[in-house]
Every structure is written in C-alpha cells, then in structure tokens.
C-alpha cells in the first residue's frame, strides 16, 4: 500500500536533496505519468529556461495543445500559490496568441492537497478562466489523484522509477481481448456516428469497442458482482466526461452538426481517467468504453446524434462481439 500523499511526497523531496531538484523531478514525474496514456507528451525548453507557460503537452504547437502545469507545491497557503498558478496560465495563453497556437485544455499538478477556500477559489477561478480563454476544460491533479494514478498497473514503471522502495506493490490488470476480424461491426451504431462526424477509418475504434465489451462479458460469465459495479461506475463518470466535453463543443458546431476534435478529446480523457475501486485497467478498455457508450445510445458525436441512434438499423455491436468469442472459445476447446 502506497503511503499518503503528505508522505509521499515529502519523501519524494527529501530523496531529491533539494528543493529545486525536488521541483525539477515532479514536472519528469508529472510528465512519465502522462505518458502512460498519451506516449507523446513532451516538453519544451528554451535559453534562460523560458518554456511559454508549458511543463508537458500533447499536441503540436503549430496547432493545438493540451498542457498540464506542474507545480512543485507541498502545501498550499493562499495567495503565494495563486500567483504563480495564474502568472504560468497567463504567459501561457499570451505565448499561444503571440504565436498562434491553440490551447484546447490545462491542467494543473500540484503534490499538495487545497483547503476548502482555496479548492473553491481554484474552481471559481478556473470556471471563469475556462468560459473567457474558450478552453474546454482547467482541471487540477493533486495529490490524492497523482498518488492514485501511480497505483495504477499501467504506472508501475513510472513507480518503480521516481519510488523504488515502494514498487514491489502489484495488482492483477484485466487482459485486452483482441479480435482478427472485426468486419462484422461495420454498421454498428456506434461506428456509424464516427462516421457521420467524418471519420473514415475506424478499425481502431472497433477494437477499442471489443475490449470492453469483452471485459463486461468477462466480468458477467464470472459472477464478479464487485467488478461488474466497477464497471458501471467507470461507465457513468465516462458518461460524464463525454457531456461536459459535447456541451461546451456544442456551440462551435459547423453545419453538419460535427463538433472539431470532440473525439479526440474524449477518448483521450477516458484513457487516462482513474480506475474505479475493484478493477485495474489498460487505457484499452477505457477509451473502449466511449465507443460503448455510443453504441447503447448513451452518446455521440455529432449535434444531431440522438436522431442518428434513434433511426439506426444496422448490426448489433454487441451480438457480433458475443458471436466472436464463442467462435474463439470454441476453437481453443477444439
């Protein structure tokens, strides 16, 4: 079991030697952890240590970015904090007029955990910050969450690296089901609202779709009652980060109803978002989730999305899933 984040990171500090090299090692830290989802974060770094604002970001700056803004922060006091938290965001979103890049979302990580008023401050400030700079979304990691994504099988190396005295904590991780022949999905609902939302190849979202619908088939066939409830809550917070996402793209919609990069943004937060108590997943079976949630009529891509659901005929995605593995099945048995 991983101590508290307090000790955690006090200890991460202490190891480090000094603070400066504690601070320097946070943003690796931050930046490793981001990796495990998305392998191409990176960072920036110009003469005199000029960086725009950016600790680590996906994206392309000649485009658009997601940046997350490490903060080396063992405790958070007031003002002190707030200041230097808003003159990073603010030469941030100075450097990205300046040089014509779009920041799309920022994130701040932080080791220490807020008090109540400056948690609500960070919410009212990042709301407003959110609404005026047209982000879609400023989120915070702190503590608690930082240690928790370092629980997850898929950090264990990151773990092993910065906390080597604490990495010989394991935990069984679900496998991912793959399929040869993912043909049969082709008019899926769930396939259809990518396509309507102007996405040609979807043999990717196909797969991502099979592991997870794999997973819950897994899950059901062994009775894991505990595991099923997991399930079901990573599919509501899912749900969830899928709506906030549509809404604010919502205004931005072009003619056809196709919201830019709403895809992209969605998928990308689920593979990366926490596992529920009870089960530890790959960021296959997370970003499956999305596409299982559109193809149940939960969610989908495009403004008019509810009409596409609601006057779909194709394939069951889900029929073709369970015709897959008892074809598999029977062939191991074979």
């Known amino acids: 079991m991983l101590p508290s984040h307090s000790v955690l990171f006090h200890q991460f500090q202490f190891e480090a030697g000094t603070e400066a ?50 903060k080396f922060f063992l405790t958070w006091t007031g003002e002190a904090q707030r200041g230097q938290v808003r003159k990073s965001f603010n ?20 080791p220490c955990v807020l008090p109540p008023s400056e948690q609500q401050w960070f919410d009212t400030w990042s709301a407003r910050m959110r609404r005026e700079r047209k982000l879609a979304r400023i989120g915070l990691w702190s503590g608690i ?21 604490l990495s010989g904590v394991t935990s069984s991780v679900e496998p991912v089901a793959t399929a040869t022949d993912l043909a049969g999905l082709e008019t899926a609902l769930f396939v259809r609202q990518l396509e309507e939302a102007g996405y040609i190849e979807t043999d990717a979202a196909r797969g991502l ?38 809404n604010a793209s919502l205004p931005l919609a072009d003619g056809a109803g196709r919201m830019a990069r709403l895809i992209e943004h969605v998928v990308l937060a689920a593979a990366a978002s926490s596992d529920p108590d009870g089960l530890s997943l790959r960021p296959a079976h997370r970003s499956g989730i999305v596409h299982r949630l559109v193809e149940n009529s939960k969610a989908g891509w495009v403004k008019h999305w509810r009409d596409i659901a609601a006057g779909h005929e194709g394939v069951s995605a889900t029929d073709v899933v369970a015709t897959q593995l008892a074809i598999s099945k029977a062939s191991e048995l074979a």
């Open 21 to 70: 090299s504690a601070r320097a090692n946070f943003q690796m830290l931050v930046t490793d952890l981001i990796a495990v989802r998305h392998p191409t974060a990176n960072e920036v770094a110009g003469p005199g240590g000029s960086d725009w604002g950016i600790d680590t970001y996906v994206g392309r700056l000649d485009e658009s970015v997601v940046v997350w803004q490490s």
């Open 145 to 165: 969450q930082l240690r928790r994504q370092l629980m997850q099988q898929d950090a264990r190396a990151v773990l092993r690296e910065y906390f080597p005295q």
């Open 209 to 246: 779709f099979f592991a997870a619908e794999a997973l819950a088939r897994d899950l059901t066939s062994q009775g894991n009652l505990s595991g099923i409830a997991a399930l079901q809550e990573l599919h509501l917070e899912i749900h969830h980060l899928w709506e906030q996402r549509f």
């Open 91 to 110: 030469e941030l979103m100075a450097k990205a007029a300046s040089e014509s890049f779009q920041v799309s979302a920022w994130t701040l990580c932080v």
